[in-house]
């Protein structure tokens, strides 16, 4: 199965952004984290970050033949952007949301999803774990 793993705005920076929240790892570790267990699960993920809205929109249209599952952190596009709604649900592939920090308990703002209503499911507040258990779940739903 081939998934696509997007990171949204400032998550370039894991490992030395508030890291009291992120933690230490950074994107670098974590994609090769997930690369591993893609292997282990017999899937291939191709990795893209982007601060900008437009460029994941880009990436998400330009690899949605190649793909068949995606795990998305929109970061805080997560809360604002229906642009990324729109091409989620545009390019019809089986949505799983992660979220390194819990963000149901965080400032109220983060708790409002655009992705809610169109995503299989939602893992979060579990670090790097959050996005190896939605891989998982992709493995086994997708
Ligand atoms: C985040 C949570 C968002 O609210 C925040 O804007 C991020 C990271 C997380 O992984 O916990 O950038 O998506």
Sequence with gaps: MNVL???????????ER???????????????QLAARAAELGMAIRCYQSNHEGSLIDFLQAERRWARGLLLNAGALTHTSWALHDAVRAVGLPCVEVHLTDVQTREAWRHFSVLEGIRQAVFSGKGVESYLEGLAFLASHG
């Design 18 to 32: 508030e890291p009291h929240l992120y933690g230490r790892t950074t994107l670098a570790e974590l994609d090769a």
């Design 5 to 15: 793993v997007l990171h949204g705005p400032n998550l370039n920076l894991l490992g």
